[in-house]
């Protein structure tokens, strides 16, 4: 019989970010008791004990009967501003959805290093010495991205999908996760806004979609300055830390260059609301969020630091009420898209095409496919089903 060491218990529920009573509760056990009687080596647990701690603990079962718990998972550099009010609980799920893409990212890296990928000269190619503009020419030599086009696009979301589709066609896997697959374990913007790999055969950007629309643009912009650095790490939704500041510059910069601030026409003497209005139509009409907007006002010297925390305080509270009103609209069964599509959408058409590939041709099984997909091995098939269809359409010339 194996062994089990009890310590493992405990540093588990820690780690999701579980006390004992919530943890008893979350298990089905009647008293906090028991599970401190477990957690001290007093009890066995039992197998279905174990599975339901599996589940509870987004662990697997191997886990539970490691001789020691296993050091803290790999954020890579962590640029968030630390704050005493983090909370436990979500940096916890964020700790379960970075090892996760991790594994998906080092399946996805081992692939295409077999296929003799040649890395991408990109990745790296700049250091903060260099310069805001040395970082900013990387990427933009790397898109080849013209601004007016980003911002001919209809709206924000058009000129986000255009963006992310220049950086997937350059070797850039462009993921928008911002839960652990339900929005029970949804994780705020509070605690990670983004997250890149900076690997120079399979790099990785994972975008929160719990934030506005109108900001994946910049998160995505922001995230490639870090693969230009060569730096891997997790990013917070505001960060004092100097490297955040810059890659905030260079999105910003992009996006917006500074020579166009003296478009917006605002004055000291309006008001709160009148400046936001400002504000939100200069950035409705460039396909950018008013946050951005606002940000970048400030890092400019064109608003006070005080201006732009009741700018910003403002256009948060603003968008918490816009979220509430989302979610209180009641649901009906045909009022959204099919859970593949909202799938599709958040894996990315390089995520697809890549699996679709790697399935086809029988280099990965299709449980090592749901592995990288993140869903489970019978939904590989009608997930790729459109991808499988494209691909034969394409190898026959349109003949299919």
């Excluded at 001290?40 to 599975?51: D, F, I, T, Y």
């Excluded at 993140?374 to 691909?391: M, N, Y």
Aim: aromatic share 8%; net charge positive; glycine share 6%.
């Amino acid at each position: 019989m194996q062994v089990l060491n009890p310590e493992i218990l405990k540093w588990a529920r820690e780690t999701a970010g579980l006390n004992l009573e919530d943890a008893a509760h979350a298990l089905g056990m009647t008293a906090a008791g028991r599970l401190a009687a477990l957690e001290a080596g007093k009890e066995v647990p039992s197998r279905a004990v174990l599975l339901k701690m599996s589940k509870q603990y987004r662990r697997s079962l191997l886990t539970f009967y490691l001789p020691t718990p296993p050091k803290k998972g790999d954020r890579g550099q962590d640029f968030r501003t630390v704050t005493p009010d983090r909370s436990v609980a979500s940096d916890a799920l964020l700790d379960a959805l970075i090892r996760d893409l991790r594994a998906r990212q080092s399946l996805v890296h081992s692939t295409l290093e077999d296929e003799e990928v040649e890395p991408l000269a990109f990745i790296g190619s700049t250091k903060m010495a260099d310069g805001i503009t040395a970082t900013l020419r990387s990427i933009q030599d790397a898109l080849q991205l013209n601004l007016a086009d980003f911002r001919a696009q209809k709206k924000a979301e058009d000129a986000f999908s255009l963006l992310r589709e220049r950086a997937e066609a350059v070797g850039i896997f462009v993921l928008l996760i911002g839960n652990l697959g339900s929005h029970h374990s949804a994780i705020p913007v509070e605690t990670f806004r983004g997250f890149a790999i900076a690997d120079p055969i399979a790099p990785f950007v994972v975008i929160n979609d719990q934030d506005a629309k109108t900001a994946w643009s910049f998160t995505l912009l922001h995230e490639i300055a870090h693969l230009c650095l060569g730096t891997t790490g997790v990013s917070g939704a505001l960060s004092d830390v100097a490297i955040e500041q810059f890659c905030n510059d260079v999105a910003g910069e992009f996006l917006l260059p500074k020579t166009e601030l003296g478009k917006i026409k605002l004055d000291a003497s309006w008001g709160l609301d009148a400046s936001i209005e400002a504000i939100s139509q200069f950035a409705e009409d460039r396909n950018l969020s008013r946050s951005m907007v606002a940000y970048k006002l400030y890092r400019t010297g064109f608003i006070s630091w005080n201006n732009w925390h009741a700018l910003d305080s403002k256009l948060r509270e603003m968008w918490a009420q816009e979220k509430a009103k989302i979610k209180a609209k009641p649901k009906t069964s045909d009022s959204g898209p099919s859970y593949y599509v909202v799938r599709r959408h958040r894996l990315g058409k390089a995520m697809l095409e890549f699996a679709s590939r790697t399935v086809s041709s029988g280099v990965l099984s299709p449980v090592k496919a749901a592995k990288i997909l993140g869903v489970k091995p019978r939904s590989v098939h009608p997930l790729l089903v459109d991808v499988f269809r494209s691909g034969l359409r394409a190898s026959a010339g349109g003949n299919v």
